[in-house]
């Protein structure tokens, strides 16, 4: 059991943790955040698939996700 | 539940002002991660580039030093031997290190300086506009070869990690790529041995990192890093060149 905490904010909209996820555990939000990115978001509902492997973190440029286990 | 990822404690809080899925700003945290892991936070000093990577003052929390175009390696040169007990990084685009400062790397490296550098390869001068850096792969369109880069006229891009390697003052060159995640960890990895190189008072080290500029690459973030893997490892091979294993030049 894990989870991430994505900061809407932060994110730039990359996607770059959407393209990386292997259990494909993060999607694109339909709310733009402050700068007006549409940003990553974590599929709360889904939590128990999400292993904690961190390769959404190592890939985010901007250090907008932190990860729970 | 505990918190296994978070920002590392060197890296700023500051939002960056890099375009949406540059690499440049993978290529900070790892930075970040790898002087935090070595503990050296409190005695590196970085040296900066003039291109994207300018401010890096604002995110990296060390001391800095910004040098003129092209003059890191000697702005490095003189810092570390002032003070050797100082970690001396610079942190240069391939316009800045390839192009306006070809003398200086080559010379810092050849005297076997005993500093790091971490040489973003995004081949083109980002910050500029994407006009043509001396890393443009052949046929490579940019506002300066709206053609494609013509090897009869503009020669052919220039492989740094393997140019250095040849030179005997040089510890430790690498290249590595930030397209996947295997990846960056390889990098970050190469970033931390290139450090012990300069701990251990091995010589000049450098890692070569294929970094993405989409933005002037006119690509989406995500086929940015398939341009990384199609286009850019084919001719720019990773790997390690040199890796001094002791202090066999005395
Ligand atoms: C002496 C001097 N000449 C030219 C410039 C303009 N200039 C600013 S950044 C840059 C190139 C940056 O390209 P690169 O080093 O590849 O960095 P990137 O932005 O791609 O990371 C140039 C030519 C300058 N600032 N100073
Ligand atoms: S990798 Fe980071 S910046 Fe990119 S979409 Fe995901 S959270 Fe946003
Ligand atoms: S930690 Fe791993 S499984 Fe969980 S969201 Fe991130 S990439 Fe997906
Ligand atoms: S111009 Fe290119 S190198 Fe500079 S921040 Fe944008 S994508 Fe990155
Ligand atoms: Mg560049």
């Given amino acids: 059991m894990a989870y991430i905490k994505i900061d809407a904010d932060r994110c730039k909209g990359c996607y770059f943790c959407i393209k990386f996820c292997p259990k494909q555990l993060i999607i694109v939000s339909d709310t733009h955040n402050k700068v007006g990115y549409f940003p990553a978001q974590f599929l709360q509902e889904k939590e128990d698939q999400c292993t904690g492997c961190k390769t959404c973190a190592l890939m985010c440029p901007d250090t907008a996700i932190e990860v729970f286990k | 539940m505990e918190k296994i990822f978070t920002r590392t404690p060197t890296l700023t809080s500051s939002e960056t002002h890099f375009c949406p899925g540059c690499t440049h700003g993978i290529a900070h945290r790892i930075l970040a991660e790898a002087i935090d892991e070595l503990g050296i936070a409190d005695r590196t000093i970085g040296i900066p580039g003039v291109g994207c ?84 792969l052949l046929g490579q369109q940019t506002t300066t070869s709206p053609y494609g880069r013509n090897f009869q006229t503009e020669g052919y891009p220039i492989k740094m990690a393997e140019m250095l390697a040849t030179l005997e003052g040089v510890a430790y060159s690498a290249r590595v790529s930030l397209h996947k995640p295997k990846n960056v960890m390889q990098a970050k990895k190469a970033i931390i041995k290139a450090f012990e190189m300069q701990i251990n008072q091995m010589g000049f080290s450098m890692v070569e990192i294929l970094s993405t500029c989409n933005t002037n690459w006119r690509v989406s973030p995500i086929e940015a890093l398939d341009v990384i893997e199609n286009e850019m490892i084919p001719y720019f091979p990773l790997g390690v060149f040199k890796e001094r294993t002791g202090k066999d030049f005395l």
Avoid: W
Avoid at chain 2, 78 to 103: C, E, L
Avoid at chain 2, 117 to 126: A, E
């Fill in chain 2, 53 to 136: 990577c300018v401010f890096l003052y604002y995110y990296i929390a060390i001391d800095t030093l910004e040098a003129p175009h092209g003059r890191a390696p000697a702005c490095a040169t003189g810092m570390k031997r002032a003070q050797p007990d100082k970690i001396i990084f610079n942190y240069q685009g391939d316009g800045d290190m390839a192009a306006i400062g070809t003398s200086e790397i080559i010379h810092a490296a050849n005297r076997g300086e005993n500093i790091t550098v971490i040489f973003i390869n995004n081949s083109v001068y980002g910050m500029t506009g994407g006009q043509m850096a001396p890393t443009t």
